[in-house]
């Protein structure tokens, strides 16, 4: 598959196949996150697969009422992405910018590639972001130097998901200075 065709392809998936994950495949989008860019190469990101159907259960709970809950538990797989605290973004120790930690912005670009090289391999993904940050962390084990940032339910999709509109380019790209005319 092209790169733009699956950019322009892929889309959120919250119903998955009863169908498990060949490693090789699973291996293969863990790999995507392994050679994603970070800051200074970092690499800040730590990612707990989960797979077994009661800590799904449990992960489901802390997402409540969010569209995606019900993927929680029928994909076969969850990528759970968590970043060291103070770790990108820093140089000896110092915040390098006046953005802080860039650990949200490694561990997006990390879940992007994850996302695309899943739907390359023909399935379907769906980022989650609104849930309870800190039962994840205790559901896991994560350690308080760690920060959980999205869950991504991995699996064969059920059903085809559908385009949303999109700004026009005009709308949001600027040249040499912004501006909104």
């Not at 169908?19 to 990612?47: D, G, Y």
């Not at 023909?122 to 039962?135: A, C, E, N, P, S």
């Not at 084990?141 to 949303?164: C, F, H, I, T």
Request: a neutral charge; hydrophobic letters at 45%; charged letters at 25%.
């Amino acid at each position: 598959m092209e790169m733009m065709e699956a950019i322009f392809k892929r889309r959120s998936i919250r119903h998955f196949e009863d169908k498990a994950i060949p490693e090789p495949v699973l291996n293969s989008v863990l790999e995507a996150i392994q050679w994603s860019p970070s800051w200074a190469n970092t690499q800040c990101w730590e990612i707990v697969v989960v797979k077994d159907t009661s800590v799904k259960e449990r992960l489901q709970e802390a997402v409540g009422r969010n569209p995606a809950s019900k993927a929680m538990v029928q994909a076969p797989v969850v990528l759970v992405f968590c970043y060291t605290k103070n770790r990108s973004g820093f140089y000896n120790a110092q915040e390098s910018t006046i953005l802080g930690d860039w650990g949200m912005f490694d561990l997006g670009i990390a879940t992007q590639s994850a996302a695309l090289a899943a739907h390359d391999a023909g399935l379907g993904t769906v980022v989650v972001g609104l849930f309870d940050h800190r039962k994840v962390s205790d559901i896991l084990g994560v350690p308080a130097e760690m920060q959980v940032v999205s869950m991504l339910p991995l699996g064969y999709p059920a059903r085809d998901g559908k385009a949303p509109p999109r700004r026009a380019l005009a709308d949001f790209v600027h040249t040499d200075r912004f501006s909104k005319e």
